[in-house]
T-cell receptor, first 113, second 114 residues
Framework: KAGVTQTPRYLIKTRGQQVTLSCSPISGHRSVSWYQQTPGQGLQFLFEYFSETQRNKGNFPGRFSGRQFSNSRSEMNVSTLELGDSALYLCASTLDPSGNTIYFGEGSWLTVV | GESVGLHLPTLSVQEGDNSIINCAYSNSASDYFIWYKQESGKGPQFIIDIRSNMDKRQGQRVTVLLNKTVKHLSLQIAATQPGDSAVYFC?????????????FGKGTHLIIQP
């Protein structure tokens, strides 16, 4: 059974650009959440989707957005990139929001120059 | 909101010894706790979890202990091996189920000495 798959694994963007990251959850998992990991702030919750609806959102500006498709795949978008957005972006999936085990992907490394 | 803290940013142990990584949480209403292991360049890997109706849970070479009185949990790794070298995080749900978002501690980097 494949794990959580994230693409691309590495990317470099310029300040002011926008970026879209993709996540395919474990087969059968319907809840997808996103996290940002930086050396200074650690792992921080961005948002969570279930049944194509954003259920929860962390404390991030509106430049960070996401969506979920009917097949549970998810994308997150960051617009008007800033240097501080350089981070590892992690996607996680679980069966549903009721508190089952949460599994993480390998992440997408974003560098903003 | 919930906060989670780890006692030591780095822990160095001899191969074959037991390791103990500690974590403290702030919300006494927290009822679910998870430990993750993150190796360099990889995403966090689920190790073990425990619910608040338990004090102890064992896995393969790992044990999690929960002390709700002092809001403290620990991860014990028996007979530490080189492959155990990683950063270990404890995490608690922000609210409700884990899918509502997890709050992570800063992580303890476990270093294995040969």
């Amino acid at each position: 059974k494949a794990g959580v798959t994230q693409t691309p694994r590495y990317l470099i963007k310029t300040r002011g650009q926008q970026v879209t990251l993709s996540c395919s959850p474990i087969s059968g998992h319907r809840s997808v959440s996103w996290y940002q990991q930086t050396p200074g702030q650690g792992l921080q919750f961005l948002f969570e989707y279930f049944s194509e609806t954003q259920r929860n959102k962390g404390n991030f500006p509106g430049r960070f957005s996401g969506r979920q498709f009917s097949n549970s795949r998810s994308e997150m978008n960051v617009s008007t990139l800033e240097l501080g957005d350089s981070a590892l972006y992690l996607c996680a999936s679980t069966l549903d929001p009721s508190g089952n085990t949460i599994y993480f992907g390998e992440g997408s490394w974003l560098t903003v120059v | 909101g919930e906060s989670v803290g780890l006692h030591l940013p780095t822990l160095s142990v001899q191969e074959g010894d037991n390791s103990i990584i500690n974590c403290a949480y702030s919300n006494s209403a927290s009822d679910y706790f998870i430990w993750y292991k993150q190796e360099s360049g990889k995403g966090p890997q689920f190790i073990i979890d425990i619910r608040s109706n338990m004090d102890k849970r064992q896995g393969q070479r790992v044990t999690v202990l929960l002390n709700k009185t002092v809001k403290h949990l620990s991860l014990q790794i028996a007979a530490t091996q080189p492959g155990d070298s990683a950063v270990y995080f404890c995490a608690v749900p922000r609210a409700g189920g884990g899918a509502d978002g997890l709050t992570f501690g800063k992580g303890t980097h476990l270093i294995i000495q040969p």
